[in-house]
T-cell receptor, first 115, second 113 residues
Framework: AQTVTQSQPEMSVQEAETVTLSCTYDTSESNYYLFWYKQPPSRQMILVIRQEAYKQQNATENRFSVNFQKAAKSFSLKISDSQLGDTAMYFCAFPYSGNTGKLIFGQGTTLQVKP | KAGVTQTPRYLIKTRGQQVTLSCSPISGHRSVSWYQQTPGQGLQFLFEYFSETQRNKGNFPGRFSGRQFSNSRSEMNVSTLELGDSALYLC????????????FGPGTRLTVL
């Protein structure tokens, strides 16, 4: 079965500091994609970053970067220079059987950025 | 380019009624997926439509149905509403390929009384 696990239900970080959110997954697929989405209090789901499994280089989008460990099936999100606007729930997501139209989501990590 | 839009944003219904939610994808996107989000179950996949055909279906009862129109707009219908159907319903669109990223709408908050 394909599963996604986020083991940190809640985290907090001081503004301007760095925080890492963890995600592990299980799949027998060899080529796939992984996503991090954020859901702020407005409930709008926003794409943060995407990683292709065939790429060895970790994806980066401004202050957001991932640490992708394919053998360990680990996909963590690092947020540098945290800002108050980063306060949100973060979801790790994985396409079921390689189909990005059907995503399997982790349970989510609620991140609070404190001033 | 306009994002995914969903209407209505909020709905209040009573048990036994039915409801129809609408989703307009990003221009040029042909695939629309629907998800249900609840505090207890998290985010769960309902179904995906592409070219007016259902491609995938999640593990939901037959009361949940959907359709897609030729302009890629999609609707989902829930009949005989139950209290447990209270949730945030999210739709997402993508261009075509299985590798394309999904982009989400703001959601419809359904409350069943």
């Amino acid at each position: 079965a394909q599963t996604v696990t986020q083991s940190q239900p809640e985290m907090s970080v001081q503004e301007a500091e760095t925080v890492t959110l963890s995600c592990t997954y299980d799949t027998s697929e060899s080529n796939y994609y992984l996503f991090w989405y954020k859901q702020p209090p407005s409930r709008q789901m926003i794409l943060v970053i995407r990683q292709e499994a065939y790429k060895q280089q970790n994806a980066t989008e401004n202050r957001f970067s991932v640490n992708f460990q394919k053998a360990a099936k680990s996909f963590s999100l690092k947020i540098s220079d945290s800002q108050l606007g980063d306060t949100a729930m973060y979801f790790c997501a994985f396409p079921y059987s390689g189909n990005t139209g059907k995503l399997i989501f982790g349970q989510g990590t609620t991140l609070q950025v404190k001033p | 380019k306009a994002g995914v839009t969903q209407t209505p944003r909020y709905l209040i219904k009573t048990r036994g009624q039915q409801v129809t939610l609408s989703c307009s994808p990003i221009s040029g996107h042909r695939s629309v997926s629907w998800y249900q989000q609840t505090p207890g179950q998290g985010l769960q996949f309902l179904f995906e439509y592409f070219s007016e055909t259902q491609r995938n279906k999640g593990n939901f009862p037959g009361r949940f149905s959907g359709r897609q129109f030729s302009n890629s707009r999609s609707e989902m219908n829930v009949s005989t509403l139950e209290l447990g159907d209270s949730a945030l319903y999210l739709c997402a669109s993508r261009r075509v390929a299985n590798t394309d990223t999904q982009y989400f709408g703001p959601g419809t908050r359904l409350t069943v009384l």
